[in-house]
């Protein structure tokens, strides 16, 4: 009868475990599937009181597996900035210093992370401010920008805001807007071993409004 017991517990356990991993892997597969529009997974977001980005990116509960963990790729259409996503309060720009323009092309290939890369360093990338670290409270680092795109309607879903973010050295990014402009341009011809579906020259424009 002890033997028998004891083979029933270890079946249990055993039940126990496979469970638990069966429903690991449930949580996987929604990190790799988003189920979520950006309304549904803004409200989720918001109902968990995260205080900041990086509580949202730490955390680890069941409950929050589902939810995209980088919601900025994920909603880039909708996005415009994590205190939005979060419902927390969001920073304020109390003093706005300069406005800078860029524009980026990418002539083949169509890839619109590309030239809105490449036009975000091109509004940052003329210009030495050396004052600035004395003028901004807390310095370079207490910086803070928005960032305003205008690329291709039929491109918008293709753009990865992680990516332009990047170019940016200092500072918080407080709001990001994506509207429609830009420009679409032939090239003349569409080369596959450089990645043309097409003949398109896209280009994409930056305003970045820099203040603290």
């Not at 407080?174 to 280009?203: K, P, R």
Request: proline share 4%; hydrophobic share 40%.
């Amino acid at each position: 009868m002890i033997f028998v017991a004891f083979l029933i517990i270890l079946q249990r356990m055993a039940e126990a475990f496979y469970y638990r991993e069966a429903m690991r892997q449930v949580r996987c597969n929604k990190l790799s599937v988003n189920p979520w529009s950006f309304e549904e997974a803004r409200q989720y977001a918001r109902s968990f009181g995260f205080g900041s980005k990086e509580e949202y990116l730490e955390y680890r509960c069941p409950g929050a597996y589902a939810l995209p963990r980088d919601p900025i790729k994920e909603f880039t259409n909708e996005w415009t900035s994590w205190s939005d996503f979060l419902g927390i309060e969001e920073e304020k720009m109390t003093q706005v210093m300069f406005i800078e323009v860029g524009f980026g092309v990418d002539g083949h290939g169509q890839n619109v992370t590309k030239a809105t890369v490449r036009a975000a360093r091109n509004a940052i990338e003329f210009n030495s401010i050396p004052c600035v670290a004395d003028l901004v409270p807390g310095g370079r680092h207490g910086l803070k920008l928005k960032i305003d795109i205008a690329i291709p309607q039929i491109y918008h879903k293709d753009l990865d805001l992680s990516q332009v973010y990047a170019v940016f050295p200092y500072g918080t990014i407080i709001s990001t807007q994506i509207q429609s402009g830009g420009a679409l341009f032939s090239s003349g011809i569409a080369l596959a071993e450089l990645g043309d579906q097409n003949d398109q020259m896209l280009v994409a424009a930056v305003a970045v409004t820099v203040g603290y």
